[in-house]
């Protein structure tokens, strides 16, 4: 005799299976500056040379390398064209920009390729959403920068972080 409950377990295991098994995220990963930010910078990566600047950060913080992400800070335009912005840099807090304290390396992602250029958003908090490349660029003998991102819209939606 078979039992009522044997076959329904089964389906009670495809059921149990189906709700441990993570789901991939929809839509992009939230990130913010106190994660990116979030680890010591040594004085000895600006003497480091091209192509050893990775090491210094975190594997956690590597892994984010071709991501789509959203992140909220403050926009610096560094080019603009027809009254739009078409390159910029996101700054973790205002107090970084023009007259205030200088970012640490980690603390500003350079926007270099924006899908619909945007208007200037200098004194509000923006959301950027896009693709995060976290690596290494130069001009020159000067380390410019260790994130950049390709930003497929920027919404003035989100907090500081």
Request: net charge positive; with cysteine; proline share 9%.
């Amino acid at each position: 005799m078979i039992r009522p409950f044997a076959k329904l377990l089964p389906v009670l295991a495809a059921l149990s299976l189906a709700a441990t098994t993570p789901q991939a995220p929809s839509g992009p990963l939230k990130t913010s500056f106190k994660v990116l930010a979030g680890f010591h910078l040594p004085d000895a990566i600006f003497k480091a040379k091209p192509g050893h600047v990775r090491a210094f950060i975190p594997e956690s913080i590597r892994s984010l390398d071709g991501r789509e992400v959203a992140l909220t800070g403050f926009m610096l335009p560094i080019r603009i064209h027809n009254r739009l912005v078409t390159e910029f840099m996101l700054l973790r807090t205002q107090n970084t920009c023009c007259f205030g304290i200088p970012p640490e390396l980690h603390e500003v992602v350079e926007v270099l390729k924006i899908d619909t250029p945007t208007k200037v958003l200098m004194d509000t908090p923006v959301t950027v959403v896009g693709h995060l490349h976290v690596r290494e660029r130069w001009e020159g003998t000067f380390l410019c920068s260790i994130y950049q991102m390709d930003a497929e819209r920027v919404t003035t939606e989100g907090q500081p972080n």
